[in-house]
C-alpha cells in the first residue's frame, strides 16, 4: 500500500485553518498574515480564493462580526506585500 503525501493540498488546509481561527476570534491579523505569508507560502490569489470560499460560506459566516472580521482580512490582504 502506498500513500502519497499532498503536501500543496495540506498547505490549502492549514492556510484555512488559519482564516477560521482569526475569522471566529482565536488569532490576531498579524498572526494569520504571518502564517499565510511565512511559513506557509500561500500565493496572495490563492489566499484571496479561501477567504471568499469562507465568506460565501452560510454555515461559518452566520453573524455580523465574523463577516466584519473576514472582510477586514480580506481588506488588509490586498493592501499587503506579498
Not at 40 to 52: A, D, H, N, R
Not at 56 to 72: G, P
Amino acid at each position: 500500500m502506498s500513500y502519497r503525501f499532498d503536501f500543496r493540498e495540506w498547505m490549502l488546509r492549514r492556510a484555512r485553518g488559519a482564516i477560521e481561527a482569526y475569522v471566529i476570534g482565536k488569532r490576531n491579523m498579524n498572526w494569520v498574515l504571518g502564517v499565510l505569508k511565512g511559513s506557509l507560502g500561500v500565493s496572495k490569489g490563492e489566499t484571496l480564493m479561501l477567504i471568499s470560499q469562507l465568506k460565501n460560506d452560510k454555515s461559518f459566516i452566520w453573524d455580523s462580526e465574523r463577516l466584519e472580521r473576514i472582510k477586514e482580512l480580506e481588506r488588509r490582504v490586498l493592501t499587503e506585500e506579498w
